[in-house]
Structures are given as structure tokens and as C-alpha cells.
């Protein structure tokens, strides 16, 4: 027994030996790498961060298998304040990010991060939010749905994800553009939520997101009004008009940004490996064309690209948010 | 009856042992606390990248049906509910065991789950368009209604004394509103971090039900008292098979409210078992038995959380939305393989749609045949010593709350809540009513919430929540389901009611 003990409590020295070794980075990573995700088992970004780092094992990718985490709560806070303050700095736990999520629960405050807290790695989604109204709608385009709200301020209402998220910002900002004025109904189910109210009729119209959207147009339940993003969506939905092809200026503030992070504070020589190796992952063909047939727009940024994005989300979503 | 053609594709080798595996699995997952069916299907779907569409989801429908009903194991034997689903279970099927009858419960809850779930699955075949179309009936001001219908059951579920029932359901209800309020982003009762994402369903169930139990065998065995061990002695398996067959109502009371509230979205399995038992209790002629181990309690919750599955996927296989929690993972499952469920699904995919739903109807006998097979292993467990029982039961219960979040905040909670429910069964609260108080505030007050600020923008509150024939059918029911509650009160217990005039 004694024997036993002491095998054991060299194993255990070994052992942390081993893991001292890896906050050098040299070899980083020589275990496998957790990802936090601020939302349930089987919603949009647990599941596409399921696809997108499932050849993170790879010998020519991290080298180590990724797992997930789920956080779930309070719209993604959770997740993020727990994040933010509690994960370890080594890189072996990163987390999904949610743009402009994350970054307008900051600026509205009571949690306690901000972008500051975080530093992007590569961003692997872009899901624009888009205007959608049921098949027997009265309206059938994005004017005459904008023309019936002015002239009865306060009769629309739309159904979203949640307060401060991507539907919830497209609805500001058409609302500061025109002048009109909706009645914006978060729902406590996610986009799902939102999606039925529309197809059921509870709401006179919805905003969602693009890939949601288009699967309840296929399958004949709703309308899509237009899209709130810079360029047409050529391969889901070229069809439908951008806001600004409708003569609205609202830009793609809105669109639903997902990609990875870490914690401020860890080594910059693993930040580096990560940036160079994770883009290269989420473009991988396995992973695109899983995306592809689930649906879910594929947009594959450089955390240097990510940084710029993050830094005009900021300022925009500090002025949009003011006063409210 | 073109479902019939499909069968084949069941029957394929590869399927064939996917399908016994899943619901091999699927019991050992349901049977484990903290496990939930939705946990249970997201772990499976990294599985199912590997495979054919239509054998991924045979693999997931299997889980699905099989962990419902395998958390009536840990409901019966160890009074802890696997899922929420199965919280009726556990207030006969535990008294049942203890009386020495707990092979007897597992098969009558095995048999009842295979008859609920088959009618369900036909429901879902034979009237899909038909059903779809109602669950879209049910708009916020119908789902509050619905859940204010939930809340007038509180007060007589599981409980000696109406008043003390109502209050336990008051604690759950106030237990409900901590966190943050996803309509107008509030943050409500949020003294640490831990409860910034309210309290979440699961933990709470593991520390009601688990921790009260524990303390139990452990204080008792301090004392050296005598301690009411669990035996699982055999049971005639031929006895089972007759005493389903002559439970005909509440079987049919079981299946019938299990799958119309299982349509519902949002609503969903949570609420199928608790409402199925009340209703059972109310028009059986023993109403007195149920709660001290009546096999009619377990025979309706069981068939009740069942029939819930099929019909669970009228909205999403219809409609792409998906109803409840395990749907949505489904759904996940279904994308990844390029298959957009709608309205024509069944004519661009019959044969993974049928194969998926035939599975599910082959999945339920075998969730039976395994099922009751578990009734022999249990014995073997149940014969622990007692404290080993509950050191084991205290480390489920620990391993079940961290496992849903991998959060120690839920395991804290959870203990916190166990050792408050331990005094306040000590002065005749019950576990039950405080649960369905927790699971039914966030449907009431978020329908409510939301209700209000459509009603805003249209004719008002009143005119929203007071009119169409859904309002006032489900205003009706919450009025004879409170008046019922009063009358029964009345009548049974004159001396009680002299007592509690206030309510």
C-alpha cells in the first residue's frame, strides 16, 4: 500500500512538472484546449463552435483535440463574467465571442467585462440579422412596413432574440434612421423563440437571423423584408435587399460576429500561435462544408482584422446605446 | 400509412445496433442525476458527424426516448428525479419502493412509458399537420393562462395541508424570479455571482429531492435508530403486464395529457408528469392513496412524460421550430447533416424523416425490454448499506449539478437549497410543489411580461388577456381547478378547513 502511495505522489510531482513546463509555451499545446461557450448545448454558437474546431486535433492544426464548455445564462453574461475574471491565462481555456453581444452588455453595464477584458484570435461567423414578416403578411416590402410604423407609432411589433443583442441593435438603428417607432418584443427562447412568434402570428413581424430566416422561408412560413448588411447575401439570399439598397442608412452594425478569444494576460508568444493556427482551422474544407449544409454563413477574419472590428463596434454601439 | 415502407432501413445491421445502443445508453444517462435528455442528445451529436443522416438520427431519437424514461430509476430507487420530467415519478414510486414494491414500480413505470410513448409517436405520424397547427394556437397570453392553470395544482400536489403546499409553491415561484430578467434586463435578487443566471432547474431538483434524504440516513444512522433499508425483492413480471391492463384510466389520462401538453412549445415535458398526476388524482376514486405509494401516481407520470416525445416534434419536424430544449439540440442534429426540417421534409426526405420516426417507435418496446432488465440490476444496488448509500447518493448529487454547467456556484446552490428543504419537510413543506413553483414562474412571468407589451401596441391587457375562445376555455379551467381544490377541502377535512379559514 505504501508502495502504492508513492508511486502515486511521484506520478502527481511528474505530473506538475509537466504542467509548469507548458506556461513556458514552448511546446503549447500539449493537452487539449477547452472552449468556453456563453450559451446552452445545441443553440447557434455551441453549435457551430462544435463544427468549426473539429479538426483542432489535427497534426497540421493545434495538434490537441478542442472541448467545449457550455456557460450558460443571462443572455451570454454568465459565461463572459466568468470568463473574464476566473478562466486560466495559459491558453488552454478560450471562449466564444458574441459580437455586438458582449460589447453592449459592457457598455450597458452590471457585468464585468469589457472588450478590454478579451483579446480576439480569429472570428469564424458573420449571421446578418434580417427584417421578416409571416407568409400572409400585409406587408410585403421593408418601405411599406417602415411607411405603416410611422404613421402609427408604437403598432409594430417585432420579435427578437433578447434585449442588446444583434435584433435588438438592428431595430435601434432603423428606428434612429426613420423615425419610426416599433414595439421590440424580446423573447426568453433565443431566435427560435422569435422565429415562432412570427410564424404564429403573436407579432406583426420579427428580426432574426439570416440563416434561421432562411430555412423558415424554404420552408414557407415567413417573408424576408431586407437585410441589415453592407453587400446582399449571394449565397443564401440574393434576392432580398440590403437596408441601404432600400434607402435606409443602416450599416452591418448589427450582424451577429462569432469567433474565439482569450483572457487579457495570456503569453503573447501563445496569442501568436493560436492567430496563426486557428484561421487556418475554420477554413478547413471539412468545416466549410459542415457550415454550409447546416446553414451557417461562413466568414473567416485575422485577429488583426477582428481587433479593427471590435474597435468600431465600440465606439459606434457606445454612441447608438447613449441615453437609452 | 407510408411510413410502413421504411421500416427496412431500421432493420439494417449498423441501425439496428445503433438503436439497441442508444437506448442502452440512454437509460444509463437518464437514470443518472444531472444528466437531462437535452445533456444526454448534445453529447451524442459530435457522434453522429461519422455517420449516415438517417443512422445519426436513430442514434439521438433512441437517447431522447430512452433518458426520459430512464430517469424514473433514479426517481423511484433513490427519490432523486433524473429530469424534471420525472418529478411525479418520484413522489409514489419512492413511497412504493420503500414499502418493499420497487421492482414492481419499475416495471409498471417502464410498461407505462412504452404505452405512452408508442401512442404518442402515432400521434405524431398519423396527425402531424393536424397538431401543428395547434401548437401554434398558443400565444403569449395563452401560455400564461396555461401556467396560472399550473399554479392553482400547486397547492394539492404531494402535500397534507393545502396552505402549506401553496406556500411551498410560493418559495419556488419567488426562487424563480433570481437572475436576470430576460424581457427588460432587470437584475433581480443577485447577491453573488453564482446566481447571476438564476438558479437553474436541475440543481435545484438534485438538492430538494437528493440532500433532505442524505441528511436523513445520516442522522438516523448517528443515532443508531433503526434505518429503513430499500429492498428490491423480485417481481412477476406476468403480475406487471396485468396490473397495467387494469389501470386503463390513469394510463389514459397519462397519454392523453402528456401529449397535448407535450404539442406545446415552450412549455413542453417539464410540467407533462406533474399535470398528468394531479389529473389522475382528481378523478380516482383513492384519491387518499396517492402519495403513499399508489401505482396509479407513477402509471400516469410515467405514460404522461412519454407520449410527451412524440408529439415534442410536431412544431419542429413542421415547422423548424423547435419546442423544448431536447428539440432544439435535435434540430442541431438534423442541420448538420443539410436536413432542413419543414413542411416538406417528409417529400424530400422521406426516408430519413420515416426512418428517424420508425426508430423512435421501435426505440419504445426496446426501452421496455431494457428497462425492466434494469429492475434486476437495481436490486443488486439497493441492497447497499446505508451509508454507503448516501455517501454514494451525495456524490451523484454533487457530480449531477457541477456536470450541467461545469459550475461549482450550482453545486453550492444546490446544497444550499437541500439543507433549507431538510428543515422545512421537518415542518410539513413538501419538495413537489416548491419545484413546479420554480419551473412554472419563468413561463408565467416571461408570457406575462411579453403579453403585456404586445397588448401595448395593440387594444390593451384587457383585451388581450380576457378574450378569444384559448383565454377564456383556460380561464375556465384555472376556475374549476381552484374551485375544485376548495370544495375538495371542504369535504375531506372539515376539521382542517375550520382550521385555515384565510384562504
Same mark, same amino acid.
Given at each position: ?39 446552452g ?18 497534426? +497540421? ?7 467545449? &464548455?457550455?456557460?450558460? /445564462? %443571462? @443572455?451570454?453574461? $454568465? !459565461? ?66 417602415? +411607411? ?7 403598432? &409594430?411589433?417585432?420579435? /427578437? %432574440? @433578447?434585449?442588446? $443583442? !444583434? ?22 427562447g ?56 432600400? /434607402? ?77 | ?28 444517462l437518464g437514470a443518472t442525476p444531472g444528466l437531462s435528455p437535452t445533456m444526454a442528445v ?22 431522447y426516448?430512452?433518458t426520459v424514461a430512464g430517469g424514473a430509476v433514479s426517481a423511484i430507487?433513490l427519490k432523486i428525479p433524473g429530469a424534471p420530467a420525472n418529478i411525479a415519478t418520484a413522489l409514489?414510486g419512492n ?14 413505470s417502464?410498461?407505462?412509458s ?32 396555461l401556467a396560472?392553470?399550473g399554479v392553482?395544482v400547486i397547492?394539492?400536489l404531494d ?9 411551498s409553491g410560493?418559495?419556488g415561484l419567488?426562487l424563480s ?21 438564476g438558479i437553474h432547474i436541475i440543481a435545484a431538483l438534485i438538492g430538494i429531492f437528493a ?43 397519462g397519454?392523453?395529457v402528456g401529449?397535448?401538453v407535450g404539442?406545446i412549445?415552450g412549455v413542453g415535458g417539464q410540467i407533462a408528469g406533474l399535470v398528468a398526476y394531479d ?21 400516469a407520470a410515467e405514460?404522461a412524460n412519454n407520449a410527451m416525445v412524440?408529439?415534442s ?10 419546442g423544448s430544449p431536447t428539440a432544439a439540440v ?67 448529487a454533487?457530480?449531477g449539478s457541477?456536470s450541467v454547467q461545469?459550475?461549482?456556484?450550482d453545486?453550492?446552490i444546490m446544497?444550499?437549497l437541500?439543507?433549507?428543504m ?8 413538501s419538495a413537489a410543489p416548491l419545484v413546479l413553483g420554480l419551473i412554472l414562474g419563468p413561463i408565467a ?59
Open positions: 500500500m505504501k508502495k502504492l502511495m508513492t508511486r502515486l505522489a511521484m506520478s502527481l510531482a511528474g505530473a506538475a512538472f509537466a504542467f509548469a513546463g507548458t506556461a513556458l509555451a514552448g511546446d503549447y499545446p500539449d493537452r487539449p484546449v477547452g472552449v468556453a461557450v456563453s450559451y448545448a445545441g443553440g447557434a454558437t455551441d453549435f457551430q463552435a462544435r463544427i468549426v474546431t473539429m479538426v483542432a486535433g489535427n497534426e +497540421d492544426m493545434l495538434g490537441q483535440p478542442i472541448y467545449i &464548455v457550455n456557460k450558460p /445564462g %443571462a @443572455g451570454g453574461r $454568465v !459565461g463572459w463574467n466568468w470568463f473574464s475574471t476566473e478562466a486560466e491565462t495559459d491558453g488552454y481555456m478560450m471562449s466564444a465571442y458574441n459580437v455586438p453581444h458582449f460589447i453592449a452588455q459592457s457598455i450597458k453595464g452590471g457585468v464585468k467585462y469589457s472588450a478590454d477584458s478579451f483579446e480576439p484570435i480569429a472570428n469564424w461567423g458573420a449571421d446578418p440579422a434580417v427584417v421578416i414578416v409571416g407568409k400572409d403578411s400585409k406587408f410585403n416590402t421593408i418601405q411599406e412596413m417602415i +411607411d405603416f410604423a410611422k404613421a402609427n407609432p408604437g403598432k &409594430v411589433t417585432l420579435s /427578437g %432574440a @433578447g434585449l442588446f $443583442v !444583434g435584433h435588438h441593435i438592428a431595430a435601434l438603428q432603423i428606428q434612429k434612421e426613420t423615425g419610426a417607432k416599433f414595439a421590440y418584443i424580446p423573447t426568453k433565443g431566435g427560435a423563440a422569435a422565429m415562432k412568434a412570427v410564424i404564429a402570428g403573436d407579432v406583426l413581424g420579427g428580426i432574426n437571423n439570416l440563416s434561421d430566416a432562411f430555412r423558415a422561408r424554404e420552408a414557407g412560413n415567413i417573408k424576408i423584408l431586407a437585410v441589415a448588411d453592407l453587400e446582399r447575401n449571394a449565397e443564401f439570399l440574393p434576392d432580398v435587399p440590403t437596408l441601404m439598397e432600400a /434607402g435606409y442608412n443602416v450599416d452591418n452594425s448589427s450582424v451577429n460576429f462569432r469567433g474565439l478569444m482569450v483572457r487579457k494576460g495570456t503569453p503573447q508568444e501563445v496569442i501568436d500561435k493560436l492567430a496563426a493556427k486557428v484561421p487556418e482551422m475554420f477554413a478547413h474544407k471539412r468545416v466549410a462544408k459542415r457550415m454550409k449544409a447546416g446553414g451557417s454563413p461562413v466568414k473567416v477574419m485575422s485577429r488583426a482584422e477582428v481587433q479593427t472590428m471590435w474597435a468600431e463596434r465600440q465606439a459606434f454601439l457606445a454612441d447608438l446605446l447613449k441615453g437609452l | 400509412m407510408e411510413f410502413l415502407g421504411y421500416f427496412g432501413g431500421v432493420f439494417e445491421p449498423v441501425s439496428l445496433l445503433l438503436l439497441i445502443g442508444g437506448t442502452i445508453g440512454g437509460l444509463i448534445a453529447l451524442l451529436i459530435p457522434f453522429t458527424f461519422h455517420l449516415a443522416p438517417a443512422q445519426g438520427l436513430i442514434l439521438l431519437g433512441a437517447a426516448t430512452s430507487l409514489d413511497e412504493m419502493a420503500r414499502q418493499g414494491h420497487g421492482a414492481r414500480a419499475l416495471h409498471l417502464f410498461l407505462s412504452g404505452v405512452g410513448g408508442v401512442i404518442g409517436v402515432l400521434l405524431l405520424i398519423f396527425l402531424t399537420p393536424m397538431l401543428a397547427q395547434w401548437a401554434l394556437a398558443f400565444g403569449p397570453s395563452h401560455l400564461f393562462w396560472i392553470l392553482t397547492g394539492s402535500s397534507k395541508s393545502f396552505v402549506k403546499g401553496l406556500l410560493c418559495i419567488w424570479m433570481i437572475g436576470f430578467d430576460d424581457i427588460y434586463g432587470a437584475q433581480r435578487f443577485i447577491f453573488t455571482d453564482a446566481l447571476t443566471g440532500i433532505p434524504q442524505v441528511l436523513e440516513m445520516f442522522s438516523k444512522g448517528r443515532d443508531g435508530r433503526a434505518i429503513q433499508t430499500i429492498a428490491v425483492p423480485d417481481h412477476s413480471l406476468k403480475d406487471s403486464f396485468r396490473e397495467i391492463l387494469g389501470s386503463g384510466r390513469a394510463l389514459t389520462i397519454t392523453v401529449s397535448i404539442l412549445p389529473q389522475a388524482k382528481k378523478f380516482s376514486p383513492h384519491k387518499d392513496k396517492f402519495g403513499t405509494g399508489h401505482p396509479e401516481g407513477v402509471i405514460a412524440g408529439p416534434l410536431v412544431p419542429l419536424l413542421t415547422l423548424s421550430i423547435p435535435l434540430l442541431g442534429g438534423l442541420l448538420i447533416h443539410g436536413i432542413f426540417p419543414g413542411t416538406d421534409l417528409f417529400e424530400r426526405n422521406p426516408e430519413v424523416a420515416w426512418t428517424f420516426i420508425n426508430s423512435m417507435l421501435i426505440g419504445q418496446v426496446l426501452m421496455v425490454v431494457f428497462g425492466i432488465y434494469t429492475a434486476v440490476w437495481a436490486a443488486k444496488i439497493a441492497r447497499a448499506p446505508i451509508p454507503i448509500m448516501a455517501s454514494a447518493v451525495l456524490v451523484l454533487v457530480f457541477y461545469q459550475s461549482m456556484g453545486v453550492t446544497i444550499s437541500g439543507v433549507a431538510f428543515f422545512l419537510e421537518k415542518f410539513g413543506f412571468e416571461a408570457n406575462f411580461n411579453q403579453g403585456t407589451l404586445i397588448a401595448a401596441a395593440q387594444d390593451g391587457p384587457m383585451v388581450y388577456f380576457f378574450t378569444g375562445p384559448l383565454n377564456l376555455l383556460l380561464i375556465l379551467l384555472v376556475v374549476l381547478s381552484v374551485g375544485y381544490s376548495f370544495w375538495s377541502n371542504m369535504l375531506h377535512a372539515p376539521g382542517s378547513a375550520k382550521l385555515e379559514p384565510a384562504e
